[in-house]
């Protein structure tokens, strides 16, 4: 498991090891977390026979490990070849109330191996509300001895009356001097500690997403952009390439975002010790140059931009157009 979800992990599988463990699990927090991994690892927790078994029930302050990791149960979890754990994921925009009634039918029938059924709903937001109505049942009287583990890093998407029915369990933003340790140890510390570190704050604490954007070389493709806008001013005739660069991915522009709000930090002359982008306080203080005001307006012009192509619905948006009158009031005022 990853390090930081070591004691999480620990929490969890104890409270399965003593049944105190709801038949309905809501496992939350941002992106990149691991909650996959661990959701797996809780599946396995409960099927395995250690725990299963009403016999085996394991006694409270005992030595045994849950999962164990030996056992035939276990042993399927981790080949992927258990009967009785269902895992629904999905590449598609959407999670289908035909998938949700499939689910519900296979909870009801009684467990191949005996030892009771385990759910998995991997980004549970994307359930259709018919989907999540058809689970609500299930969720308020599981069949049998059947335990689901909802997933999902944008639970507020979920319905009330779904997530009212789990326990709900956050997994917090791990400790930023633990993730750029691991980072290391997986050999992406190359570049430097500042740079791992605004890397990390780039992608919002998330472990997994820095390593996945430090290793596609993605950090290299930020500094360039943002060198880029920051010299925007003085050479406008790199308009069209900043423009195409800050429209290639909707979180190039949450890059701008961070770099203009450094640069206000520097503008209002609070401490460089609270910047973002700790990596690239040079170009945070060229951009501070143009005071708080103008930066103010930069950023409030910024977030509804931002806004307006994040919504996707109600009238159709022209996200290029919307981008030139930004990055034209940028050079003009
Ligand atoms: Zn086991």
Redesign the pocket.
């Known amino acids: 498991m990853y390090p930081w979800l070591n004691e999480q992990t620990r929490q969890l599988t104890g409270l399965i090891a003593q049944r105190q463990l709801g038949h309905a699990l809501l496992l939350k927090g941002i992106e990149g977390l691991g909650k996959r991994e661990l959701g797996l690892q809780l599946a396995q927790a409960l099927l395995?026979?250690?725990t299963s078994d009403g016999e085996n029930k394991v006694p409270p302050q005992a030595e045994v490990a849950v999962?164990?990791?030996?056992?035939h149960?276990?042993q399927l979890v981790v080949a992927g070849n258990h009967s009785d754990l269902h895992i629904i994921r999905t590449d598609q925009r959407s999670i289908s109330v035909d998938t949700i009634r499939q689910l519900t039918q296979v909870l009801s029938e009684s467990a191949r191996l005996g030892h009771g059924k385990v759910a998995v709903i991997e980004q549970a937001e994307k359930m259709t509300e018919a989907a999540a109505n058809a689970l609500l049942k299930t969720l308020e009287e599981p069949a049998g001895q059947s335990n689901l583990l909802l997933i999902s890093s944008q639970p507020d998407r979920l319905l009330p009356t779904i997530r009212s029915r789990c326990q709900q369990w956050l997994l917090p933003v791990p400790d930023a001097a633990l993730v750029l340790d691991w980072l290391a140890g997986q050999g992406l510390g190359t570049a430097g500690a500042q740079a791992n570190l605004s890397a990390l704050n780039v992608n919002q604490g998330s472990p997994l997403n820095t390593r996945d954007y430090l290793a596609a070389g993605t950090d290299q493709r930020r500094q360039q952009l943002l060198q880029q806008f920051a010299q925007l001013r003085q050479q406008p005739q790199l308009l069209t390439r900043v423009q195409a660069g800050l429209l290639e991915q909707p979180v190039h522009l949450l890059w701008l975002q961070l770099l203009l709000q450094d640069a206000l930090q520097l503008a209002l002359g609070l401490s460089s010790a609270s910047l973002r982008l700790v990596d690239s306080e040079p170009l945070c203080r060229g951009v501070s140059e143009l005071g708080a005001p103008r930066l103010t307006l930069a950023l409030d012009g910024l977030a509804q931009l931002r806004r307006t192509l994040q919504s996707g619905t109600g009238r159709p948006v022209n996200p290029g157009l919307q981008l030139t009158q930004w990055l034209n009031d940028w050079l003009i005022h």
Do not use: D, E, L, N
């Open positions: 395995c026979q250690h999962p164990c990791g030996h056992c149960a276990c």
